[in-house]
């Protein structure tokens, strides 16, 4: 059975730090794209960061670009998302997610991620 779990989030002042981490289990990742999706209070689940399984590449929403950066553990079964500069506007609950690497689909395209964790809470105060 595959699991994410994620871990991480808090309350923290607007312009302060927070890294989130999500760890899968089940299966093998290693050819899988891992990532992370948000979602605010009344409005759509929305893109944040995906990191490739095959060749590491990095993609991010314009919005976070320049103060997230996702990565992934040596066993690429590990997802983490640092956060600096962070904004009110940031607050939402954030989703670890995965998909098979062989998707062509944007990967701001949440239907297309079988894989889904339950979701860590970020505050931010301002």
């Known amino acids: 059975q595959v699991q994410l779990v994620e871990s991480g989030g808090g309350l923290v002042q607007a312009g302060g730090s927070l890294r989130l981490s999500c760890a899968a289990s089940?299966?093998?990742?290693?050819?899988?794209?891992m990532g992370w999706f948000r979602q605010a209070p009344g409005k759509e689940r929305e893109f944040v960061a995906v990191?490739?399984?095959?060749?590491?590449?990095?993609y991010y929403a314009d919005s976070v670009k320049g103060r997230f950066t996702v990565s992934r553990g040596n066993a690429k079964n590990t997802v983490y998302l640092q956060m600096n500069g962070l904004k009110p506007e940031d607050t939402a609950v954030y989703f670890c997610a995965a998909r098979p690497d062989s998707i062509v689909r944007p990967y701001s395209t949440r239907l297309t991620y079988p894989y889904w964790g339950q979701g860590t809470q970020v505050t931010v105060s301002s």
């Open positions: 089940g299966r093998t990742f290693t050819t899988y794209t």
């Open positions: 990191i490739t399984g095959s060749s590491g590449s990095p």
